[in-house]
């Protein structure tokens, strides 16, 4: 596609259910990046996957997250049992460098509400 | 990564240049200037990036100082549609997982 998919846009769950998040990265992209973005906040880096390496895990907050990126293409982050901390918009980008210095494309994000 | 501060908000006039500045007098020699947007409701943008040199696309120039300790993206005949948070980051390039926006500036472009 033209952009990086993400979905859902929204994602409202109730505490202690597990969440799945989406991403499509651009066509062509090796490098993908999992960000989440809490109210007023900065990014916060959490998963980076580079073609066939292992990703970098160092972000993720707790062990009830983990992302898997199937065929180098599509990823998949996943929180299990979920908390109200959690809630935050969570974002994915991807970038043709691997090291994303010519700058990523980003997704228009999961809006994540846990209740 | 060094840090950077921007002013929290502008307002430009619809057609005039908008200049927003970015301090980063920490900067060290390997890290490289950023800029992105985030429009409400979507994710952040890239726009530009440099080392030392002013750059130039469709989007923006950014010019930077000599001694690299700030720099200025120019967006030379603001629309409506680019008001949006503008962030200022810097960075070594391959270091992805500090990829920390802060608070940018608000630029707000008034008919």
């Known amino acids: 596609g033209a952009g990086v998919s993400q979905s859902p846009s929204n994602k409202v769950t109730e505490k202690g259910k597990d969440v799945e998040l989406r991403c499509d990265p651009i066509s062509g992209h090796t490098a993908l990046y999992w960000y989440r973005q809490s109210l007023g906040q900065g990014l916060e880096f959490l998963i980076y996957f580079q073609g066939n390496s292992a990703p970098d895990k160092s972000g993720l907050p707790s062990d009830r997250f983990s992302a898997e990126r199937t065929g180098g293409s599509v990823s998949t982050l996943t929180i299990q049992r979920t908390q109200q901390e959690d809630s935050a918009v969570y974002l994915c980008?991807?970038?043709?460098?691997?090291?994303?210095?010519?700058?990523?494309?980003f997704g228009s994000g999961t809006r994540l509400t846990v209740v | 990564d060094a840090k950077t501060t921007q002013p929290p908000s502008m307002d430009c006039a619809e057609g005039r240049a908008a200049n927003l500045p970015c301090n980063h007098s920490?900067?060290?020699?390997?890290?490289?200037v950023y800029w992105y947007r985030q429009i409400h409701s979507q994710g952040p943008q890239y726009i530009i990036h440099?080392?030392?040199n002013n750059e130039t696309n469709e989007m923006a120039s950014l010019i930077i100082t000599e001694d690299r300790k700030s720099s200025t993206l120019i967006l030379p005949h603001a629309t409506l549609r680019d008001t949006a948070v503008y962030y200022c980051i810097v960075r070594v390039a391959y270091n992805f997982n500090k990829f920390y926006f802060g608070s940018g500036t608000k630029l707000n472009v008034k008919p």
């Open positions: 440099g080392l030392k």
């Open positions: 980008a991807s970038s043709l460098e691997w090291d994303g210095s010519g700058g990523y494309t």
């Open positions: 920490t900067i060290s020699g390997n890290e490289y």
